[in-house]
Structure formats: structure tokens, C-alpha cells
């Protein structure tokens, strides 16, 4: 899918009660950038901001507070990094769920994500593994950012939906504190 395409998830396929989102990406030799990136969900409220500081799932909060999103211990099929999202457990206050990825380091590392070969979001459905969506790489429009909103999943009517964003960000997690209201 292209940077601002949208399908509808759950009118497609019905029955669908949880999903992984997943980020895959290849860092060719910048192995101490791939240690350094990081997966997050961020469940905001109608206002498109972030709930509160509990209300970000990432490797140093592995689960939100009613525990509807959690981090997985280990990516499957091929992602570097996934969380898992039960929609059915989604509280009523959140409309939708913001996939980002960032650099986990200092700003003296200079190290960005215009140095990925290739970097892509993925939603599985939960139970069966299977791919139900990947976005096109992402990648190729990087040069100076440090952080990237990958996609949202989002409530549409009574219907979930998701949609590719691929907006990068060249002052890293801060900035997408900034925009979504979150207190770092």
C-alpha cells in the first residue's frame, strides 16, 4: 500500500478480532542503528492525541493499561518488532492506534533513519500470522529524520480501518510527542 491509502480491515474481513503491527527493515551494515530502532503504538482519543504517558506500548511499557495492546516478546515472520492489538479490548475513548518507529539514541550518534535500505509496516492478523497488509518501503524518502509515523490503525464507523502514513520526523520521538500530546 502507498503512503495514504486506506483499507478497511474488519468490513473485509469479518470475524477479525486482533492484529499484530509489525515494522520490517533492513539497516544493511548499520547493525548499531537496527539496535537502536524502536517500535511504538500510541492509542489516542478522538483529538488524534495521545490518552496519557501510560498510553504509549513500546519495549519500557510493554502493555497499555487495560492491556488491549501488548509488545511481543519476539517478532514473527520476518518483522523486526511487533505489538499486538485485541480490538475487541480497545477502549471506547480510543480511535485510533499510531505506529511509529524511532531512534533510541542521543542526538551526538547522528545516526538517522535515512540510513535504512528499506523500512515497511506491516498488520498481520493475530491469530493465523497472515499478512493483511504492507505498506510500499518507506524508506526511500529518508534522509535526516529519526523518527516515522508508519500507519494508524483507526475506528471508522463501527469498523476498523488502516491507513499507510509514512510522515517522518527530523526531531525523533520529541517531535512526535509534540504532535500527538504525548509527555515525555
Not at 492509542?43 to 519495549?59: A, T, Y
Not at 492478523?125 to 526511500?140: G, K, N, Q
Not at 500507519?151 to 500527538?180: L, Q
Amino acid at each position: 500500500m502507498t503512503r495514504g491509502a486506506n483499507v478497511a480491515l474488519t468490513r473485509e474481513i469479518p470475524g477479525l478480532t486482533s492484529l499484530v503491527v509489525g515494522v520490517a527493515w533492513d539497516a544493511g551494515s548499520e547493525r548499531v542503528l537496527a539496535e537502536n530502532l524502536v517500535l511504538a503504538l500510541l492509542l489516542c482519543g478522538p483529538d488524534s492525541r495521545v490518552l496519557s504517558d501510560r498510553h504509549m506500548v513500546f519495549f519500557n511499557q510493554l502493555t497499555s493499561p487495560e492491556e488491549s495492546v501488548a509488545a511481543r516478546d519476539e517478532a514473527l515472520d520476518g518483522d523486526q518488532e511487533q505489538i499486538e492489538v485485541d480490538l475487541r479490548r480497545v477502549p471506547a475513548e480510543v480511535s485510533r492506534l499510531v505506529a511509529v518507529v524511532y531512534v533510541n539514541e542521543g542526538t551526538a550518534q547522528r545516526r538517522t533513519l535515512g540510513q535504512l535500505r528499506a523500512v515497511s509496516v506491516v498488520v498481520r492478523d493475530a491469530s493465523t500470522h497472515r499478512e493483511l497488509v504492507r505498506s510500499e518501503d518507506l524508506a526511500p524518502v529518508l534522509q535526516a529524520e529519526t523518527a516515522l509515523v508508519l500507519g494508524e490503525v483507526y475506528r471508522h464507523g463501527g469498523d476498523w480501518k488502516f491507513k499507510v502514513v509514512g510522515e517522518g520526523y527530523r526531531n525523533g520521538i520529541s517531535g512526535i510527542a509534540g504532535d500527538y500530546g504525548l509527555p515525555l
